[in-house]
């Protein structure tokens, strides 16, 4: 069997990351902090296909959501932004202030995506409250961000 298609399926993940945070702005949203933009989206597991999700150890549930950020900086010379490296740690909240703990992986492929993702449990109409702390690398402090999210199982 050809190591191929793996290959293939392996790279998937970070360019449906990519594209969740910078092509749909309906589901991606962004938080500026000078020169620097946290973009941060949360989907179903079950998004992704089960080729992926298993290229990338990631179990596909109805009950599992994915928490997906990118620290990046604006970049004049290069007319936009890019990528940058760093830390990412936070939690997730229900309404009756049940804290669970995120535990993040970096997905690094390349000098154009970074990516830190995290997964969580949730229940159908759920509304969560995500805390979280993204320090750019070289920076002494880390940019909070809190989002409420709800997901909806089909």
């Known amino acids: 069997m050809s190591r191929l298609p793996a290959l293939r399926t392996q790279f998937l993940l970070p360019i449906l990351c990519l594209a969740l945070v910078l092509a749909t702005p309906a589901q991606a ?5 000078g020169d620097y933009e946290i973009h941060y989206s949360v989907f179903p597991s079950t998004f992704l296909t089960p080729e992926v999700a298993a290229a990338n150890n990631i179990p596909r549930s109805r009950s ?19 990528p940058v490296n760093g830390q990412v740690e936070g939690n997730v909240v229900n309404q009756v202030q049940q804290l669970r703990r995120l535990g993040f992986r970096r997905i690094h492929e390349g000098p154009n995506a ?3 993702i995290a997964e969580y449990q949730y229940r ?3 509304l969560l409250t995500f ?3 993204a320090r750019p690398t070289g920076q002494e402090e880390a940019f909070p961000i809190r989002f409420s999210h709800a997901l909806y199982n089909d």
């Open 64 to 82: 599992i959501g994915i928490v997906n950020i990118a620290i990046m900086i604006k970049d004049p010379e290069h007319g936009g932004i890019r």
């Open 29 to 33: 949203r962004k938080v500026e902090f």
């Open 114 to 116: 970074i990516y830190f």
């Open 124 to 126: 159908d109409a759920e």
């Open 131 to 133: 805390q979280i702390r």
